[in-house]
């Protein structure tokens, strides 16, 4: 009897974490993320506070060090995070990414659009780390182009969130990744090319699948995207050269760096190359007036000005056709500031759970499942999948898997890189299939497209799975 009372007072705190973010995401739907999840996980916090002390009979003294401890550990994947928007910032007004999909989309043909909507949603979400952006953006606009095509609506949207969710797993830029591998003492390229063993085999058959279904497709329309090509090619320079800055950021990768030094650099460049080719574009991102009228050479001050907005803040250029202004938009080093809010929430709710046992409780209830490497491994996997369906974040579920699974993966002698595979296999691939989760809610409002009518052509998702 005692014992039930320990694990009912231990899952208590996850319960009402579930229910409360469960009414908060219905309620604010797609701006849960925006505040009220993280008051949900304050108040989690507390209550699983009150329960430690009373219950647990632990001091605040050895809660508040435990949640110092945590905070502690996650400073450098913080500093990532803040890079990362920076770098989109960059990258974007620097028309290096606007070149990427310029050149992209003068290969998409009847016969391959899926398969081209699917590498183009790749490349777009490898070079930004987003996969919100990419589909925000580029997948609007491909998924126009596949209405145009006769592409039914689940095809095109199950292309394009295939290829976004790969690129996002892969890429060093993306807040999941860098939060899975640094939660589970992963270096970051470690756990990059670890992923690799089931991401690359899976993508390479859902990428096999579009390109028949393509093929088989009776749709032989021209697709035309010549409003989109001119308005890129209209409002930057998109020349060769701004390949240099991808090419050195894959060397640096290559010499294994830093992940922070790699960012870092990375954006400088991209910042150099935006003065050399895009001094009107940053003009006009400064908001000085008449500042990027055509004929006038823009300042010292107002480039400056103008690179330093695109590193830390919102950016918004007029390119005169409305989806390529939402692909041009970019918030910087203060858009990251809402993943960073919600880790630290969340944060705190795990550093209480940890150091008042609850957490090791809940754990103790799996423990019988995970005696083989397989067994731990499916273990992980439907972790994973229930804290999507139940807490309804991928944050959410990667901290909780890593802080659930973490100990016994080290006493069983396994590598961390296996845990942090196991939970990005996971945690982040089947976030956008749950309808309720911030994920499925966001890009089935994005898409226009109901989560169950894409989820049976997300192949990818459903191969990394199996």
Not at 25 to 30: A, E, K, L, N, Q
Not at 57 to 69: D, R, Y
Not at 90 to 106: E, F, H, N, R
Not at 131 to 147: C, D, E, H, P, Q
Request: proline share 5%; with cysteine.
């Amino acid at each position: 009897m005692k014992n039930i009372r320990k694990y009912i007072l231990s899952i208590t705190p996850v319960a009402f974490l579930i229910a409360f973010l469960a009414v908060v995401i219905r309620v604010y739907g797609i701006d849960a993320l925006s505040g009220p999840s993280q008051l949900v996980l304050i108040v989690s916090t507390g209550i699983a506070v009150l329960i430690a002390i009373l219950f647990f009979h632990k001091s605040w003294k050895t809660l508040e060090a435990e949640i110092n401890h945590s905070i502690g550990s996650i400073g450098s994947p913080i500093v990532i995070l803040l890079l990362i928007g920076l770098l989109s910032g960059t990258w974007m007004v620097s028309g290096i990414v606007p070149m990427l999909i310029y050149y992209g989309m003068q290969i998409i043909n009847p016969h391959v659009f899926l398969i081209t909507s699917c590498l183009i949603s790749a490349i777009v979400s490898v070079m930004t780390g987003s996969s919100w952006t990419t589909v925000a953006t580029i997948g609007v606009a491909l998924m126009g182009i596949g209405k145009a095509e006769g592409f039914s609506d689940g095809w095109t949207a199950g292309a394009i969130l295939s290829g976004a969710y790969f690129g996002d797993k892969m890429s060093p830029l993306s807040d999941t990744t860098v939060l899975a591998s640094s939660l589970c003492g992963t270096p970051l390229f470690t756990h990059i090319k670890y992923m690799t063993i089931t991401t690359v085999p899976a993508f390479t058959i859902t990428l096999l699948i579009f390109l028949t279904a393509g093929f088989l497709s009776p749709s032989a329309a021209s697709i035309d995207t010549t409003a989109f090509t001119t308005a890129l090619s209209s409002k930057f320079d998109l020349s060769p050269w701004l390949l240099l800055v991808p090419v050195a950021t894959g060397a640096m990768i290559y010499k294994k760096l830093p992940a922070i030094i790699v960012l870092f650099a990375s954006s400088v460049l991209a910042i150099v190359f935006a003065v050399i080719f895009q001094p009107q574009v940053l003009a006009e991102v400064s908001g000085v007036a008449n500042a990027a009228a055509p004929g006038t050479v823009p300042s010292a001050v107002i480039l400056f000005k103008g690179a330093m907005v695109s590193c830390f803040g919102s950016t918004s250029v007029d390119s005169g056709f409305a989806p390529v202004n939402a692909l041009l938009a970019t918030r910087g080093m203060a858009g990251m500031l809402n993943t960073v809010w919600i880790i630290l929430c969340a944060i705190c709710f795990g550093g209480v759970l940890k150091a008042s046992g609850m957490l090791a409780n809940i754990v103790s209830l799996v423990i019988p499942l995970t005696r083989t490497r397989v067994g731990l491994v499916a273990s992980t996997v439907v972790s994973g999948i229930f804290f999507n369906a139940t807490a309804a974040d991928q944050f959410l579920s990667i901290m909780l898997n890593a802080s659930m699974f973490g100990e016994i993966y080290r006493k069983e002698g396994y590598e961390p890189r296996l845990l942090s595979r196991s939970i990005e296999d996971s945690s982040t691939v089947t976030s956008v299939l749950i309808p309720w989760s911030t994920c499925g809610m966001t890009q089935s409002t994005v898409l226009n497209v109901p989560t169950l009518t894409y989820l049976p052509y997300c192949f990818w998702f459903i191969r990394q799975i199996v």
